[in-house]
Nanobody, 122 residues
């Protein structure tokens, strides 16, 4: 059974950092493009970043460019989102998603995690 489990969320002050992890099970991560999305109250879900399955190319939303870094460790079956210089507008539930051999960026993913809450507040 394919499963994605996010972790690493929490409460952080503005300007702080967090690293989110997405642990995959039930499939070979190497063959999947992975994405991070976030959903803030009152807003539409937003694509944050993605990393392709083959080349490992990455893509970022303009709102996080230069502050967030996506990476993957296929051996550990884990995808990471390192977040720096966090702002209040980064607050939301962060989800990871997987698409087999998909392009990056993309809007449609086949599998989703349950999400982890990130709150940026003083």
């Amino acid at each position: 059974q394919l499963q994605l489990v996010e972790s690493g969320g929490g409460l952080v002050q503005p300007g702080g950092s967090l690293r989110l992890s997405c642990a995959a099970s039930g499939f070979t991560l190497d063959y999947y493009t992975m994405g991070w999305f976030r959903h803030a109250p009152g807003k539409e879900r937003e694509g944050v970043s993605c990393i392709s399955s083959r080349s490992g190319s990455t893509n970022y939303a303009d709102s996080v460019k230069g502050r967030f870094i996506i990476s993957r460790d296929n051996a550990k079956k884990t995808v990471y989102l390192q977040m720096h210089s966090l702002r209040s507008e980064d607050t939301g539930v962060y989800y990871c998603a997987a698409a087999p051999l998909g392009s990056c960026p993309r809007k449609v993913y086949d599998y989703w995690g349950q999400g982890t809450q990130v709150t940026v507040s003083s």
